[in-house]
Nanobody, 117 residues
Framework: QVQLVESGGGLVQPGGSLRLSCAASRSIFSAYAMGWYRQAPGKQRELVARMPSGGSTLYADSVKGRFTISRDNAKNTVYLQMNSLKPEDAAVYFC???????????WGQGTQVTVSS
């Protein structure tokens, strides 16, 4: 079992920045792809960024050049740096850990990001 705890959400003005953090309950990075998803009201959950244990990082077209996913293996933590935020980025952001060998997913509880002036 893996627990994921997100933090760092909040209210920010358009053009501002936030950094989300996702702390995992144990070391998982060598066998798990880590990702961030978001879900806005009335919309489906969508991929924002995904970082496999090896290989290339994937970003949604809508966030390319503005968001950066990274991780600190020593801290079992994955981050999402969000810059130049837009009102359409507002959503609940979820951390995901996917066991690569089986495809099994773990999810965090979500953190709210609001972009408004």
């Amino acid at each position: 079992q893996v627990q994921l705890v997100e933090s760092g959400g909040g209210l920010v003005q358009p053009g501002g920045s936030l950094r989300l953090s996702c702390a995992a309950s144990r070391s998982i990075f060598s066998a798990y792809a880590m990702g961030w998803y978001r879900q806005a009201p009335g919309k489906q959950r969508e991929l924002v960024a995904r970082m496999p244990s090896g290989g290339s990082t994937l970003y949604a077209d809508s966030v390319k050049g503005r968001f950066t996913i990274s991780r600190d293996n020593a801290k079992n933590t994955v981050y999402l740096q969000m810059n130049s935020l837009k009102p359409e980025d507002a959503a609940v952001y979820f951390c995901n850990a996917q066991r690569e060998i089986s495809g099994y997913d773990y999810w965090g509880q979500g953190t709210q990001v609001t972009v408004s002036s």
